[in-house]
T-cell receptor, first 111, second 112 residues
Framework: RKEVEQDPGPFNVPEGATVAFNCTYS??????FFWYRQDCRKEPKLLMS???SGNEDGRFTAQLNRASQYISLLIRDSKLSDSATYLC????????????FGTGTRLTVIP | EAQVTQNPRYLITVTGKKLTVTCSQN?????MSWYRQDPGLGLRQIYY???????DKGDVPEGYKVSRKEKRNFPLILESPSPNQTSLYFC???????????FGDGTRLSIL
């Protein structure tokens, strides 16, 4: 079983739509969580960290559900510039090989 | 400007010819790591380093070597490259293990 699983998509949504992605993780000891954005053939860039109480940054909202072991990313009022692949990252913080990346969810926002 | 710098950005070479991809960060980060990214497989960790002279294997270390003689540099060495190492490689660093990572621009390697 993969440590981190994401629906690869693609998600094709019209401008202005609200879209949500989920990411499930297998290890209940996971300590920290992040969403990254990756544009085609570019490096991943941190979009936001995910905190236990949930957090918001403009049109983006991230939530953590420890009981069900998933994190989510909600994008409101989608823009064309939101088109990218969104990667979730789970960190066990145990000192061993503890960083796990999802394979990413591809989003295309259509005019 | 805070950054992670990889070189070269692109390289086409032949099987068996040793190559090194350099990675340097100017943020005094302790944690550094190398990833390869292949279609459908996502980012897979090759090696990581918790600090100077401390390195360890990731998920896919076979065929690669690393060193961490200085805090800022973490080169990736392919002693005898093979075609299955053709991939997009990223170096990343973070202040500590718990912090989010900053990625370099990537190195696209083609091994013929």
């Amino acid at each position: 079983r993969k440590e981190v699983e994401q629906d690869p998509g693609p998600f094709n949504v019209p401008e202005g739509a609200t879209v949500a992605f989920n990411c499930t993780y297998s290890n209940s000891a996971s300590q920290s969580f992040f969403w990254y954005r990756q544009d085609c053939r570019k490096e991943p860039k941190l979009l936001m960290s995910v905190y236990s109480s949930g957090n918001e940054d403009g049109r983006f909202t991230a939530q953590l559900n420890r009981a069900s072991q998933y994190i989510s990313l909600l994008i409101r009022d989608s823009k064309l510039s939101d088109s990218a692949t969104y990667l979730c990252v789970v960190n066990l913080q145990t000192g061993a090989n503890n960083l796990f990346f999802g394979t990413g969810t591809r989003l295309t926002v259509i005019p | 400007e805070a950054q992670v710098t990889q070189n070269p950005r692109y390289l086409i070479t032949v099987t068996g010819k040793k190559l090194t991809v350099t990675c340097s960060q100017n943020m005094n980060h302790e944690y550094m790591s190398w990833y390869r990214q292949d279609p459908g497989l996502g980012l897979r960790q090759i090696y990581y380093s918790m600090n100077v002279e401390v390195t360890d294997k990731g998920d896919v270390p076979e065929g690669y070597k690393v060193s961490r003689k200085e805090k800022r540099n973490f080169p990736l060495i392919l002693e005898s490259p093979s075609p299955n190492q053709t991939s997009l490689y990223f170096c990343a660093s973070s202040l500590t293990l718990a912090q989010p990572q900053h990625f370099g621009d990537g190195t696209r390697l083609s091994i013929l």
